[in-house]
């Protein structure tokens, strides 16, 4: 299966229903709203966006980010399901009982860990699903419109750090350099995601990174954020993002470990490396996965335990 036999496959469908990940980011938003800006240009095509949680409310401030429906208030049917940056059907979370309600479903993503969960699977390793979508959008033969444009940007500048992570190559920054000649706003974008952010979002990274503990001889970065710790700072769990991006810039840190209690003895773990340790292998082992310098996971237990059993999965690796 080729990027473009997937585009042709969308251009039978006229109704087009784009999935999202659970916890959205730049990149789930952005490949989705870049597609569904350019499939709306064919007259009478109809694309919407769906998933499975609220999206996080800094994104308000950028326009191309339409509405996002929750599986609830999915009241049309559509002839094509297509999921982007959805590594498994767990990511999907409560959206994937109406994503297979379709059997004309497609899966488009970057993570190397993708289970092909879909009828038309199509995974390649990139920086961001957004760089894959770019691709998709040439086949379809559609305009860079300025909310094609901005829209894939997005998803580029959030999965690869600002052009600050290991997983950018000359492919990403061509792209985000078309992005640019097309009209997108590089700065805007960066400002919103990662030069603004709300007071409760400050106090809680300061009480997190006050907490961080380290092991194996300081290879290990672990920081810690509990249910506890949102009521007390009246925070959100997607503030959090790019907190575990501290950790792995301190020196002699090989890998970073952020340990977010998402309900009673649940915690969904979040993995960074510098390149020595293959984290996905590490999430792999807990049933989730990702990249080989970034991946995730979710582990059940007592917090106690839930850190030794990530502990002892890095460290046999050194």
């Given amino acids: 299966m080729t990027l473009k036999d ?18 959205p980011d730049g990149d789930t938003l952005g490949s989705a709203f870049a597609l569904k800006h350019a499939l709306e240009q064919k007259e009478g095509k109809i694309a919407d966006v769906v998933c499975a949680q609220q999206v996080p409310e800094k994104y308000g401030s950028l326009e191309f980010i339409g509405k996002v429906y929750l599986p609830t208030e999915v009241t049309k049917s559509y002839d094509c399901h297509i999921s982007v940056d959805c590594a498994s059907e767990m990511m999907l979370g409560d959206s994937y009982g109406l994503y297979v309600k379709n059997a004309n479903t497609i899966n488009v993503d970057h993570h190397v860990s993708n289970e092909r969960y879909a009828k038309i699977n199509y995974v390649e390793d990139r920086a961001s699903c957004a760089e894959i979508i770019y691709g998709l959008i040439n086949y379809l033969d559609r305009d860079k419109t300025q909310d094609v444009v901005n829209s894939l940007l997005l998803g580029i500048v959030t999965d690869t750090g600002n052009f600050m992570h290991s ?5 990403t920054l061509q792209t985000a350099s078309d992005m640019v000649k097309y009209g997108a706003s590089l700065h805007k974008i960066s400002y919103a995601m990662f030069k603004n952010q709300k007071i409760e979002r400050a106090k809680l990274y300061a009480h997190v990174i006050d907490g961080m503990r380290f092991f194996e001889d300081g290879k290990i970065a672990i920081i810690s954020i509990f249910k506890s710790d949102f009521e007390k700072f009246s925070a959100t769990q997607d503030m959090t993002e790019g907190f575990i991006d501290f950790p792995l810039s301190i020196e002699g840190v090989e890998v970073a470990v952020s340990l977010m209690e998402t309900k009673d003895k649940a915690f969904k773990i979040s993995l960074r490396s510098k390149g020595k340790i293959n984290v996905n292998e590490v999430a792999s082992s807990f049933g989730g996965g990702g990249h080989v310098n970034a991946s995730g996971c979710l582990i059940h237990g007592f917090y106690e335990d839930v850190k030794e059993k990530i502990i002892r999965a890095i460290s046999i690796n050194f």
């Fill in 6 to 23: 997937v585009a042709i496959e969308l251009k039978k469908h006229s109704k087009v229903l784009i999935f999202c990940h659970n916890r």
């Fill in 167 to 171: 997983n950018v190559t000359e492919s």
